[in-house]
């Protein structure tokens, strides 16, 4: 039994890894992590009361962020004290925030990506195969789509696809083009343009579970590795 704290436990995608992981067998909720002055603090979830306090983190085998920047980094740093693993799909973090979790994976193990859904993961490896074929002769647009909610722009997925652009065929993407409209949940096209043909591969997710799922799934990965930095392609 993997017993979980999650961090944003009342947001959109707390509230779905939180609901997935009581109807899958090997998860325990056991700490509801919620920001200073929710208004939901002392609320329980599945038996557990809403906390803003990041010291609960040490009754957890793992510790899922979903957050905004700041918690992120606040959390982190009690996971490294109470030595607890970490599933992290925060976006928006600075160059210097991902340092520090780039050090304290030398302590425990993190798995931290932008985006959390197996096909996303696949669309990654993808664009890695269709940047190193198509090296000359084409341009790479990214475009981009969330709901009206989401804060940061370009989305860290769209920006992860630019830096396997870049390290793959060692050019820049043309253009990120981000879209923020409705509800929508998270829309990624890659588009490689050429004078002769164009080659499109995108990924579109109809709903928040699939990144949920996958935090689940990297959360029973993560628990049973030596501290690291690990990324979704590495979960099994």
Same mark, same amino acid.
């Given at each position: ?6 961090s944003g436990a009342c947001g959109k995608m707390g509230s779905r890894i939180i609901s997935l992981?009581?109807?899958? @067998? ?12 929710? &208004? ?5 979830i599945q038996g557990v009361k809403i906390s803003d306090n990041p010291e609960e983190v040490q ?33 928006? #973090? ?12 030398? $302590?425990? &193990? ?9 096909? %996303?993961? #696949?669309?990654?490896?993808? %664009?890695?195969?269709? @940047? ?11 475009i981009e789509a969330h709901h009206t909610h989401k804060k940061d722009a370009p989305s860290g ?27 929508? +949940?998270?829309?990624?096209? %890659? ?9 499109? #591969? ?10 949920? $799922? ?8 993560? %628990? $049973?590795? $030596?501290?690291? #930095?690990?990324?979704?392609?590495? +979960?099994?």
């Amino acid at each position: 039994m993997i017993r979980l704290a999650v961090s944003g436990a009342c947001g959109k995608m707390g509230s779905r890894i939180i609901s997935l992981a009581e109807g899958e @067998a090997g998860f325990k909720l056991v700490a509801a992590l919620e920001a200073k002055g929710h &208004p939901r603090l002392g609320e329980s979830i599945q038996g557990v009361k809403i906390s803003d306090n990041p010291e609960e983190v040490q009754n957890a085998d793992c510790l899922i962020e979903f957050t905004h920047p700041v918690a992120t980094i606040e959390h982190l740093g009690f996971a490294v004290k109470y030595k607890r693993p970490m599933v992290i799909g925060t976006t928006g #973090l600075s160059e210097e925030e991902k340092a520090r979790i780039k050090t304290a994976a030398e $302590k425990i &193990p993190i798995v931290f990506s932008p985006n959390m859904s197996i096909g %996303v993961n #696949l669309l990654f490896s993808l %664009v890695k195969e269709a @940047a190193a074929r198509l090296s000359d002769g084409y341009t790479v647009n990214i475009i981009e789509a969330h709901h009206t909610h989401k804060k940061d722009a370009p989305s860290g997925t769209a920006k992860k696809l630019a830096e396997i652009v870049q390290e793959t065929a060692k050019r820049k993407a043309e253009d990120i083009k981000s879209i923020r409209e409705g509800e929508i +949940v998270g829309d990624h096209r %890659v588009v490689f343009d050429s004078p002769f043909d164009t080659i499109e #591969l995108s990924h579109s997710a109809k709903t928040r579970d699939i990144f949920a $799922k996958g935090a689940l799934r990297a959360a029973g990965f993560v %628990v $049973k590795q $030596k501290p690291g #930095l690990y990324d979704m392609q590495a +979960v099994k």
